[in-house]
Each structure stands twice: as structure tokens, then as C-alpha cells.
């Protein structure tokens, strides 16, 4: 049985790894928002209904497995483009980084970490979301802005030590790969000596 806020059931997550604005079940619904011409929203279109009230399609929650590749897959398709439009903003290209063992293990971290920051972000603005939706409801918009405010704080008090740590490994990583093209390029000049001799 679902609870009820302002007529509409209130918002679950379809799965943990799938941020609420992207995808959420009400009752027996499960809401899919997809950007304009993609390929979520292509496969939403043919399995799903819009809800213009909403501003999603949704399907039965029988259906949910069908789409939740679909899901996932346009989720890493926008992370994709923001590490590239951050990438291009910047004005750095995508050099391979050298592979010692170090590196690869910094590099490896630096993702990680890197990916556990978009989360925690995601569930900040996912949160916030569903609290924003609470204010239309019977509860007292002082308590649901008390709850937005909390979480925020939260989670900002929870991104320190990520933040910490991927500045940590990616200064490691800048030095271990100067490092490494160093030696590379020690490397060259002495191969050069010797074809020389």
C-alpha cells in the first residue's frame, strides 16, 4: 500500500543506482523522464504512455525490467557527455595516461571517486526533488524546507572527504605520470646517444 501526498503517491526510487528525477515508481507507475530524441526516449514511447501533468511517460511497474538497460544505458551516455563537455570547457584533451602500476591504480581511484561524487550529488538533487514535491502536500512548507535544507547539508558534509581524496589522487596521478613521461623521454635522448656512437 502506498502512501498518499496531494492525490499523487509518493515518489520511490525504481533502483538505487538510478537518481529519482531520472526514473521513479508511484503506485503501480513507473515514471521515465528521457531526453528529446534518444534512445530512452524512443523505447519509452513505444512501451510507455506520457503523462503531460507529469512530463514522463510512464509503464506498468511489469515492465520496469524491460527498461531498466534502456535506463542505465542513457545514464552513462549524459556522464559520458558531461566528462567530455567538462573535458572540452576546460580546454584539456583526453591523453592516455601512462600505465605503471601506480598510476593505473590512482587512475582507477580517481574514477571511482569521481563516480561516487556524481552520486552523492545525484541523491542531494534527488532528494531535494521529492521534498519539493512534499510542498503541495498537507505537510507544513516550513518542515519540508527545514528537510531540503537538511539534506543539502548532508550531503555537502558528505562530499568532503571525496573531494578531499580525489584532489589527493589526482595531484598523485599528475606526478606519477611526469614522472613516467620523464623516464620515457631520459629513455630517447640515451637511445639517440647510442645510434649516434
Not at 1 to 6: A, D, L, T, Y
Not at 46 to 71: C, M, Q, R, Y
Not at 77 to 101: F, N, Q, Y
Request: a negative charge; aromatic letters at 4%.
Amino acid at each position: 500500500m502506498s502512501e498518499i501526498q496531494s492525490g499523487r503517491p509518493v515518489a520511490k526510487p525504481v533502483a538505487e543506482d538510478i537518481p529519482v528525477e531520472k526514473a521513479w515508481k508511484e503506485g503501480r507507475r513507473v515514471y521515465v523522464r528521457a531526453a528529446r530524441y534518444s534512445k530512452l526516449e524512443e523505447e519509452m514511447e513505444t512501451k510507455g504512455t506520457w503523462d503531460g501533468e507529469v512530463g514522463a511517460n510512464w509503464i506498468g511497474t511489469s515492465k520496469l525490467d524491460s527498461v531498466l538497460p534502456a535506463i542505465r544505458a542513457d545514464l552513462e551516455r549524459l556522464r559520458a557527455e558531461m566528462v567530455a563537455d567538462t573535458g572540452r570547457a576546460s580546454g584539456t584533451t583526453a591523453e592516455p595516461v601512462p600505465r605503471t602500476d601506480v598510476a593505473t591504480e590512482l587512475f582507477d581511484s580517481v574514477q571511482r571517486r569521481t563516480e561516487d561524487l556524481a552520486t552523492s550529488l545525484e541523491r542531494i538533487a534527488s532528494t531535494i526533488r521529492l521534498d519539493a514535491r512534499q510542498i503541495g502536500a498537507d505537510l507544513p512548507v516550513s518542515k519540508v524546507i527545514g528537510d531540503v535544507v537538511s539534506a543539502i547539508t548532508d550531503g555537502i558534509g558528505n562530499l568532503g572527504p571525496t573531494l578531499s581524496g580525489l584532489i589527493n589522487d589526482a595531484a598523485r596521478l599528475d606526478v606519477e605520470r611526469a614522472e613516467t613521461l620523464r623516464a620515457s623521454a631520459e629513455g630517447a635522448s640515451a637511445r639517440q646517444v647510442e645510434d649516434v656512437d
